[in-house]
């Protein structure tokens, strides 16, 4: 019998195979599987992140089942979250449901584009994700895998970007280069991170490549938001000026969007896909429903709502604000926003005024969680980056 549990310890371990299954989950999503031409890059990237999710959490309960039989030792240490966060989270979960519900379309709400999948299945499963990952691994684990499988897809997404041979050899990339280029900026900080371990110029060397495929790329936001990122980092860095780091993203997203009044004037914007017409026609949406909203993933509903300045019968197709946070007012209201900012900020405050702050991985992690608030307001996201942004996030309640 001690031969046979020796043997299972050591091959059949489900928190073992749950480890691997994390791991392969991360490094999928920069992998774009299916028919391309029917779906498209992102419902191949959300389908994905289902069955991951799922399979992560049919393997936290392996680890429990099995620590409680033979090996209690192996017990996982279910970290609880604190009763705020609940409230917060339960908070936005009801009245984003609230929102789909009493929205124009509550199927799409539900279930998502044809495009995307974005519906509201997908995003409970990134809540899920950040919630069972802190589960699934231990914290002295999360500081090797994670940096480790974000490695690998860097320089995945990075060699590709470069050479773009690769992807006919592997269906790497997500069909955009501003979408490719958001994914790299989150990344970025947690694979410097591992780089540097090894020594300094490594992690620099990472940093620079980055900026690099970016400015290749020619996704100035992306390549901006790294700068940024450099610019945040040593904010937090210092202890006096640590919470002063969140007017960074906020004083460059206010000149930001200064600048693109200028560059893009209304005059100029009116028969284009400029972002002042689209931020134009779904302000007027909001305007329309400013409650709760039209409902989750229903801007394309929200962007036709509305002739600006005139009615065009063959418009563009719109199905995202390219600026996270009108794409929550379009679709929850000025109520699902507020609710929205309430956790960020919670969050904000907790990580801030954390001991673990001190250490250089919480740093890259809430640097992490920085870079996408900031990129996700200045273009598309992908369903890849928003699981980083919830697993982050939950991590980051692990550390405070």
């Not at 031969?3 to 749950?18: A, E, S, Y």
């Not at 028919?35 to 309960?61: F, P």
């Not at 563009?316 to 109520?335: C, F, I, N, P, R």
């Amino acid at each position: 019998m001690r031969g046979v549990q020796d043997m299972l310890k050591k091959f059949l371990i489900p928190q073992r195979i749950t480890l691997i299954i994390f791991c392969l989950g991360l490094i999928g999503l920069v992998f774009s599987l299916g028919d391309l031409t029917a779906v498209g890059y992102e419902v191949s990237k959300t389908v994905w992140l289902k069955w991951w999710v799922r399979l992560l959490v049919l393997g936290l309960w392996g680890v429990i089942l099995f620590s409680k039989g033979l090996f209690p030792k192996n017990n996982p240490n279910l970290r609880p979250f604190s009763k705020k966060t609940w409230f917060y989270l339960g908070l936005l979960i009801a009245v984003t449901a609230l929102a789909a519900g009493l929205g124009v379309n509550w199927q799409q709400s539900l279930w998502g584009n044809y495009y995307r999948g974005d519906g509201l299945v997908t995003w409970w499963h990134l809540l899920v994700l950040g919630i069972v990952a802190r589960w699934v691994v231990v914290p002295q684990q999360f500081k090797q895998i994670l940096p480790m499988s974000f490695a690998v897809s860097w320089l995945l997404i990075v060699s590709s970007s470069w050479w773009s041979q690769l992807a006919s050899w592997l269906p790497v990339g997500f069909g955009n280069p501003n979408i490719a280029g958001g994914f790299i900026v989150v990344i970025t900080p947690l694979v410097v991170f591992f780089a540097q371990k090894y020594h300094w110029s490594s992690g620099l060397a990472v940093y620079l490549i980055s900026v690099m495929t970016t400015i290749y790329l020619e996704v100035w936001g992306a390549a901006i938001s790294l700068v940024l990122g450099l610019v945040m980092y040593g904010f937090l860095r210092r202890a006096k000026l640590r919470k002063l780091v969140v007017l960074i993203p906020i004083v460059a997203l206010v000149i930001g969007t200064i600048g693109i009044m200028w560059w893009q004037p209304v005059g100029n914007s009116r028969f284009t896909q400029s972002r002042m017409r689209i931020f134009h026609k779904l302000g007027q949406a909001v305007l329309k429903r400013p409650l709760l909203g039209w409902g989750w993933a229903n801007v394309d509903t929200a962007f036709i709502s509305t002739n600006w300045p005139v009615p065009i019968n063959d418009d563009v197709y719109v199905d995202k604000a390219h600026t996270q946070l009108l794409e929550m007012t379009v679709t929850s209201g000025l109520l699902g926003l507020g609710v929205y900012l309430l956790l960020i900020g919670y969050i904000y405050r907790q990580v801030g005024n954390s001991i673990a702050i001190n250490q250089s991985w919480t740093q890259m992690l809430f640097l992490t969680f920085l870079l996408y608030l900031f990129h996700s307001q200045t273009n598309v996201t992908s369903v890849a980056q928003d699981a980083i942004f919830w697993l982050s996030a939950g991590l980051l309640l692990d550390c405070s």
